[in-house]
């Protein structure tokens, strides 16, 4: 449909809330449709341009999400030129759904990335609600942290797809050659790992997905038959008892920082992950039941409790809690004054826990590498080394799935790291317990 032929005073719904109106100069408004807090109907006129094109409803939906998140008290200027009016039921409106089939992948993912960064400063804002100050919302280093990992995602789409000739074709133009031609010829030149090929078509497929969802554009998904398995991550390597020990005794060495050997030490213990790790407390640390609680950030900060043994339970009443408030993170910065009130938790483990690591395990391994990364000893790493030496010294599946806050069995056993050696060695053990005397090789088979 040609918007510059409109009547004067006419409304057209572009979807997802947006309507155009051509004004008696001549001029297009864009504005946004919502309810207030009395649940009437109201336009929030976002802005105007002295004619119509396509790119201007991108504009006016970014637009209109940054106005939804200052209804959620989210402090996101709009154009000072706004004016809010009642919607006349009597308008008259053109419904036209397929206005915005035009827009490239890039001007989708715009939308997209803007539209998620209002919903997790929004649900950020609700869960951080003592944060009252904007500044202090923002200085946050949890929230800080969200954002970025947020902002990481545009980066990777920056390298890996603006530039490339799939991401300037309008979407409803997109063939099967197109993906042909970016997932065999264009993605082969970023020297990506399967399981990241994997995720970028994983991401294009949700962003348009939101598209069609929030009727921004009204086409079938282009890459709705385009299926990349989702390959499954495997770590070669796992640290033996002896290397653990060493990684300990090494780090423990580095007493200007507490917290390299106190983060080892806590993930040797709990074989939890590094965000586990960084969110521990004092109070979370029940000396009497000889109990720790933990959070598993994969489920939504479910909280799981895992038993502690005597000897930790000692070195930590005695040397360690002693010196931390209730609240405090056990990892907390160093210098006291950069320790904030109410305590917030560090977002990284210390950088030299994998300066040590690297020294230790990863002197021949090229991190850029495909195959060399998945031999990389990190973190995580102290996290599978653990699961596997408790299933080689015979400790039962579930105490480990427990131990790991897996949701299955099947889950804990695609993790472990043991090789079909380790299968053999077992099978063979159990094979020698049946047959025992059972029968020479030599013994007739009954049909």
């Known amino acids: ?33 919502y309810r207030d807090n009395n649940s009437k109907a109201k336009r929030k006129v976002l802005m105007t341009k002295d004619k119509h094109i396509n790119k ?3 504009e006016a939906l970014v637009l209109m999400d940054k106005f939804k998140s200052s209804l959620h008290g989210v402090n996101i200027p709009i154009e000072k030129e706004e004016k809010e009016i009642i919607i006349d039921n009597s308008s008259n409106t053109i419904e036209n759904d397929l206005t915005t089939n035009y827009l490239t992948l890039n001007e989708l993912a715009a939308l997209f990335f803007e539209s998620k960064k209002t919903d997790m400063t929004i649900m950020l804002k609700q ?67 399967e399981k990241s090929t994997y995720d970028l078509i994983t991401k294009i497929k949700s962003i348009i997905n939101y598209a069609i969802r929030n009727q921004i554009i009204d086409i079938k998904n282009p890459f709705q038959n385009t299926i990349f398995k989702n390959p499954k991550k495997v770590r070669e390597n796992s640290l033996s008892i002896e290397e653990i020990k060493l990684l300990l005794e090494t780090c423990k060495a580095h007493t200007k920082n507490p917290n390299v050997y106190l983060s080892v030490y806590l993930a040797v213990l709990t074989a939890g992950r590094s965000n586990t790790i960084l969110n521990i407390r004092k109070k979370d640390i029940d000396i009497d039941k000889k109990e720790i609680t933990l959070n598993n950030f994969k489920t939504n900060s479910k909280r ?13 009443e005695t040397k360690v809690l002693v ?76 105490n480990i799935m427990v131990l790991l806050n897996h949701s299955s069995v099947k889950q804990t056993q695609d993790y472990l790291n043991l090789s079909n050696k380790n299968l053999a ?16 090789a030599n013994s007739v088979i009954p049909y």
């Open 127 to 193: 869960k951080y609600n003592y944060l009252k100050k904007e500044k202090e919302f923002q200085e946050n280093r949890v929230v800080q942290t969200k954002l970025y990992n947020l902002h990481k995602e545009v980066l990777k789409y920056n390298k890996n797809i603006r530039d490339s000739e799939l991401a300037s074709i309008p979407v409803n133009k997109i063939l099967k050659s197109d993906i042909l031609k970016y997932t065999k010829s264009y993605l082969p030149t970023k020297n990506l790992a």
């Open 323 to 398: 010196n931390y408030e209730n609240d405090e993170y056990l990892i907390r910065p160093i210098d006291p004054r950069r320790r904030r009130t109410p305590p917030q938790p560090l977002t990284v483990v210390p950088k030299t826990v994998y300066t040590i690591m690297d020294k230790l395990f990863n002197k021949n391994l090229n991190k850029q590498n495909n195959q060399d990364r998945d031999l990389v000893i990190n973190f995580h790493s102290i996290r599978r080394s653990i699961a596997t030496s408790l299933a080689e010294q015979g400790a039962s599946i579930y």
């Open 304 to 316: 799981y409790r895992i038993a502690l043994n005597d000897e930790a339970v000692n070195w930590l």
């Open 56 to 58: 201007h409803i991108t």
């Open 1 to 33: 449909m040609d918007f510059n032929t409109l009547q004067i005073g006419a409304i057209t719904s572009v979807g997802q809330g947006i309507s155009i109106k051509k004004l008696n100069t001549g001029k297009f408004s864009y504005s946004a449709t």
């Open 425 to 440: 060695n077992d099978t063979n053990t159990l094979n020698s317990n049946i047959f025992n005397n059972f029968g020479n």
